[in-house]
């Protein structure tokens, strides 16, 4: 991990105090004001979609993201030995009798879940033009998929290259090996690549939360994401510290927040510590401590009046 060697400050910065340069995320800039709001779906069948992505424009989402890890057929993609008997179990669609004659049946159970997984791209895709983040959350950062190197790589290739997502979400430190060919691809395809982390357990000390950081910068990051869970509200100003020092410091722009209950106050002041935006919802909440995307806006409103 990168040594982060700026200086550790809690000040909480003005928004003219904050260096970090713009990214685009589709024709949404983040890294300027007004902070931007994203609004997680998670369809399970392609029934479900059309409701969630009117749902996420209704709230007023700037960007979508569509959280991969709750549809119906990432659940054959574990990778694991028992993958298939994995996704027969819990009803996911698997192989017909002619493919699996050709194809051995693993391959057949990834194939077909890619295909369905870009076809639900390519409907998201013409439903809207609010620019989309597709990110598989896996069980080792708190998401509903397990997911081995190759079948996390091989879905985010599938991802990446289909053509109909803005920006990959990529699990910088739980798949290190990954993490190159994802970012290569995505330059190559020209979307953005959020490097991302989040630690359901505790909130890190400040040094170790601006190190991630930092390291997912020098990684080529185009936006590093961190998430925490507070045990308190020293630990929450321990996140917003960090945030507000790395807004800083750092050149690229920054997505923070501490989840739970007590992690809510993190996310309703983008503006004065310094992340670029922040996740609200509208119906679902993908991760505990989201705040109503509607009530976020007028949050936002009034924040970034201060
Ligand atoms: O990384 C994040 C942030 C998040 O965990 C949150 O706490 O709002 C919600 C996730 O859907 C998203 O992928």
């Given at each position: 991990m990168?040594?982060y060697?700026?200086?550790?400050?809690?000040?909480i910065l003005?928004g003219?105090?904050?260096?970090?340069?713009?990214?685009?995320?589709?024709?949404v800039?983040?890294?300027c004001?007004p902070?931007?709001?994203?609004?997680?779906?998670?369809?399970?069948?392609?029934?479900?979609i059309?409701?969630?992505?009117?749902?996420?424009?209704?709230?007023?989402a700037?960007?979508?993201?569509w959280?991969?890890?709750?549809?119906g057929?990432?659940?054959?993609?574990?990778g694991?030995?028992?993958?298939?008997?994995?996704?027969e179990?819990?009803?996911?669609?698997?192989?017909?009798?002619?493919?699996?004659?050709?194809?051995?049946?693993?391959?057949?159970t990834?194939?077909?879940?890619h295909?369905?997984?870009?076809?639900a791209?390519?409907?998201i895709?013409r439903?809207?033009?609010?620019?989309?983040?597709?990110?598989?959350?896996?069980?080792?950062?708190?998401?509903?998929?397990?997911?081995?190197?190759s079948a996390y790589?091989?879905?985010?290739h599938a991802?990446?290259?289909?053509?109909?997502?803005?920006?990959?979400?990529?699990?910088?430190?739980?798949?290190?090996?990954?993490?190159?060919?994802?970012?290569?691809?995505?330059k190559?395809?020209?979307?953005?690549?959020?490097?991302?982390?989040?630690?359901?357990?505790?909130?890190?000390?400040?040094?170790?939360i601006?190190?991630?950081?930092?390291?997912?910068?020098?990684?080529?990051?185009?936006?590093a994401?961190?998430?925490?869970?507070?045990?308190?509200?020293?630990?929450?100003?321990?996140?917003?510290?960090?945030?507000?020092?790395?807004?800083?410091?750092?050149?690229?722009p920054?997505?923070?927040?501490?989840?739970?209950?007590v992690?809510?106050?993190?996310?309703?002041?983008?503006?004065?510590?310094?992340?670029?935006?922040?996740?609200g919802?509208?119906?679902q909440?993908?991760?505990?401590?989201q705040?109503?995307?509607?009530?976020?806006?007028?949050?936002?409103?009034?924040?970034?009046?201060?």
């Amino acid at each position: 991990m990168a040594v982060y060697t700026g200086l550790l400050g809690s000040e909480i910065l003005m928004g003219s105090e904050i260096l970090m340069g713009t990214k685009f995320i589709g024709h949404v800039e983040l890294g300027c004001e007004p902070k931007k709001i994203i609004v997680p779906i998670m369809p399970v069948h392609a029934e479900d979609i059309g409701g969630l992505v009117r749902g996420a424009e209704t709230a007023g989402a700037d960007i979508i993201e569509w959280r991969i890890d709750f549809w119906g057929d990432v659940r054959g993609l574990s990778g694991s030995s028992n993958s298939v008997e994995v996704a027969e179990a819990e009803g996911a669609e698997v192989a017909s009798d002619a493919l699996e004659k050709t194809h051995p049946r693993t391959d057949t159970t990834t194939t077909n879940a890619h295909h369905s997984i870009i076809k639900a791209a390519g409907r998201i895709r013409r439903l809207t033009s609010i620019p989309i983040l597709a990110t598989c959350r896996t069980s080792l950062e708190g998401g509903q998929t397990s997911l081995t190197d190759s079948a996390y790589e091989n879905l985010l290739h599938a991802l990446i290259t289909c053509g109909h997502i803005d920006a990959i979400d990529v699990e910088f430190f739980s798949y290190p090996d990954v993490w190159d060919k994802a970012r290569q691809w995505a330059k190559e395809a020209g979307i953005t690549t959020i490097a991302s982390h989040h630690n359901f357990d505790h909130t890190p000390q400040e040094l170790e939360i601006l190190n991630r950081l930092a390291t997912m910068e020098e990684g080529g990051a185009d936006i590093a994401k961190i998430a925490v869970f507070p045990h308190g509200y020293t630990d929450v100003c321990t996140l917003l510290s960090a945030t507000a020092t790395a807004a800083k410091y750092m050149d690229i722009p920054i997505i923070t927040m501490a989840m739970g209950h007590v992690g809510m106050m993190s996310r309703l002041m983008p503006t004065a510590f310094g992340s670029v935006a922040t996740f609200g919802s509208a119906g679902q909440v993908s991760a505990p401590g989201q705040v109503d995307a509607k009530e976020m806006r007028d949050i936002l409103t009034l924040t970034e009046k201060l």
